[in-house]
């Protein structure tokens, strides 16, 4: 039995998540359904984590075990064969027995993309979300660097995961603003590289920043809500549409997309 990694991109528009769910489409099930049609048998895999309902991915990765006479360089076209065209496996690589793609994760990026615009723009509206104003820019990287750190992430976090703690470290957090160009609308980014991320985080940080720069919300509640304070700031997502898993880290293995 061996033990592979997939790097996988899709758009998560027409899923419902990740996770494998009874009588929706989901991403897992169409993974799974091509791997076990390749090989002949029942597959599982296990991704880094659990994409949203319409959370997109360039570098997300699954790890699988099977018995297989494929070579390993020849599975990603394979698949690629049966998959769905809103996915698509860049690379399949062998990992050592008892790798996990979650558990062996060391960090995370994601990237939550805006852009600029009085009216919505069909080629951005999949993959970004839509603002009428830019972003406050000193604002922004002034609070993109209050998130920099270890943090009780408790005000970014919505239930429904089994996270035991709410802790996590946030080893980058930056704003990318690119100008407009052709029929390329000014577009922002908000990166976010970490150890881990709690459910809806990445979403309820990039929904706060939007009502800080708005002045909906007050720096010292957002400050506050860092320090683990609960109730400071509301918990309202941004649109999961922006948000893509950008790369996921290990050890040994280099899966920048």
């Not at 160009?181 to 920043?209: D, H, S, T």
């Amino acid at each position: 039995m061996s033990t592979y990694l997939l790097t996988l991109a899709y758009d998560g528009t027409d899923y419902h998540g990740w996770q494998r769910q009874k009588g929706v489409r989901t991403l897992q099930e169409s993974v799974e359904s091509a791997l076990s049609d390749l090989m002949g048998a029942p597959v599982s895999v296990t991704a880094s984590g659990r994409t949203d309902e319409g959370v997109h991915a360039a570098g997300q990765t699954a790890s699988f075990c099977c018995d297989t006479r494929i070579p390993c360089e020849k599975i990603a076209a394979a698949l690629n064969a049966r998959l769905p065209r809103d996915i698509r496996v860049q690379k399949c690589v062998p990992v050592p027995d008892g790798f996990c793609a979650r558990r062996s994760a060391k960090q995370k990026t994601y990237v939550y993309r805006m852009y600029v615009s009085d009216v919505p723009l069909p080629h951005c509206e999949r993959y970004a979300l839509r603002i009428e104003k830019a972003p406050d820019k000193a604002l922004w990287q002034q609070a993109c660097k209050q998130i920099e750190g270890t943090h009780d992430f408790a005000a970014f976090y919505c239930l429904g995961s089994s996270a035991k703690t709410t802790v996590r470290t946030v080893y980058a957090c930056d704003l990318l603003s690119f100008p407009a160009q052709g029929a390329e609308p000014p577009r922002w980014e908000l990166r976010i590289c970490g150890n881990g991320f709690l459910y809806k985080m990445v979403r309820l940080i990039a929904g706060a920043m939007l009502r800080l720069s708005d002045g909906k919300i007050a720096w010292q509640d957002f400050t506050a809500a860092l320090n683990g304070q609960t109730g400071r700031v509301p918990k309202i997502p941004a649109p999961a549409h922006g948000l893509t898993l950008w790369q996921v880290a290990y050890d040994f293995l280099d899966h920048t997309p």
